[in-house]
């Protein structure tokens, strides 16, 4: 596995307005996770996240979890804040990594978390590891899901009846899956979709 991006300063925007989104519940309820301008971060909205983890809150003790597309870092953040047993955070852009490293610290939560300064596919093709919940949440407009789920449900990362979260454009509808995953939620909020779906083994 390569290590975790290390600890580094970065100048975090100030902890409201555009670049900023709360953590909804558990330990760091109320507290806010600051992310840098990059293309295509786009943060799962407070009332999304908050249906996502209503959804999961039967599942997400103890969880280890995979945030592929972690940008801000907010659902794996959330994930921790409620009590999984640990997140791997995948993200390409260096700064948010970095930022996502620093905010970490910040929480107190580096102990349960790594941070992997790659790219999703890269992160795909390394020695897998089993999760029992992944989040799902590329840019929009390119593809992204139709590419990297086939990866993620060969590879060997998905333990027994793994729950996979996937956001996409609305008018997309539910994502192409492998036949044997089941759509357990499919909601939407303006133009997003989002999906809770099972893989069975």
């Known amino acids: 596995m390569i290590p975790a991006v290390s600890t580094h300063k970065t100048d975090l925007p100030a902890a409201t307005g555009r670049n900023s989104v709360r953590i909804i519940a558990g330990e760091w309820r109320g507290r806010r996770v600051n992310f840098p301008d990059v293309a295509g971060l786009r943060p799962t909205p407070d009332r999304v996240?908050?249906?996502l983890f209503n959804w999961l809150q039967d599942h997400i003790a103890g969880a280890r979890c995979l945030d592929l597309f972690a940008g801000s870092g907010a659902l794996g953040l959330e994930a921790l804040s409620r009590g999984a047993g640990e997140v791997v955070f995948v993200?390409?852009?260096?700064?948010?990594a970095r930022a996502l490293q620093e905010q970490l610290v910040r929480f107190g939560g580096q102990r349960k978390a790594r941070v992997m300064e790659q790219?999703?596919?890269?992160?795909?093709r390394s020695a897998p590891t089993a999760f029992d919940i992944v989040f799902m949440d590329p840019p929009f407009g390119q593809n992204a899901l139709a590419e990297y789920v086939p990866l993620l449900?060969?590879?060997?990362?998905?333990?027994p009846r793994a729950l996979v979260y996937m956001e996409n454009e609305k008018?997309?509808?539910?994502p192409p899956v492998p036949l044997h995953w089941e759509v357990l939620?499919?909601?939407s909020a303006g133009e997003v979709g989002y999906h809770l779906l099972r893989a069975n083994a």
């Open 49 to 51: 996240r908050e249906t």
């Open 91 to 96: 993200e390409s852009a260096q700064a948010a």
């Open 119 to 124: 790219g999703a596919g890269r992160f795909l």
């Open 153 to 159: 449900d060969a590879g060997g990362w998905l333990n």
């Open 171 to 174: 008018k997309a509808g539910v």
């Open 185 to 187: 939620k499919s909601k």
